[in-house]
């Protein structure tokens, strides 16, 4: 079974996180940059949190607060729901469904490690399903 270690040795360990006292403009400018939809939030130096687009738009904008006035730590999610790097790509997906959510931490060890989103675990699914096509294929060619 693939597992949540296979996405990162493909994708690569960055984590991305933002102080939890940060605005929300700030988190999203870092975001913006970085071309993710969420990142991680730091408290007194340990991950409280994940702050996403989705935190942004019901937190932020439809309760009309100022994006420069507000702390991060005032519409992050919290707590975590985080994997491993032994979580099966299934789980995941699993957990990301039932959970309703598109981002999750890998923690080991009590360290995060990395996050993956749901368009890795998609992307992850999609290549290894053209590898067994071509697989299968080639052994129907064979015949």
């Known amino acids: 079974m693939s597992s949540v270690s296979q996405i990162l ?15 929300v403009l700030e988190a999203a400018q870092k975001m913006i940059d970085a071309n993710v939809g969420a990142m991680l939030v730091s408290v007194r130096g340990r991950i409280a949190g994940i702050v996403t687009e989705r935190d942004y738009l019901r937190r ?7 994006d420069r006035d507000t ?3 005032e519409i992050m999610s919290s707590p975590l ?8 790509v299934e789980e995941c997906m699993s957990l990301m469904t039932e959970q309703r ?13 990395g996050v993956v989103s ?8 999609s290549k290894q399903q053209s590898v067994q096509i071509q697989y ?6 064979a015949r």
């Open 118 to 125: 749901i368009g890795d675990v998609v992307k992850f699914q």
């Open 101 to 113: 959510i598109r981002h999750l931490p890998v923690a080991e060890a009590g360290e995060i490690v």
């Open 81 to 88: 729901i985080v994997v491993t790097p032994d979580t099966t």
């Open 9 to 23: 040795s493909n994708k690569g360990a960055n984590v991305l996180s933002v102080d939890g006292d940060a605005s």
């Open 136 to 141: 299968l294929t080639e052994y129907i060619n």
């Open 71 to 73: 702390a991060v730590r």
């Open 60 to 66: 932020v904008t439809l309760e009309g607060r100022a």
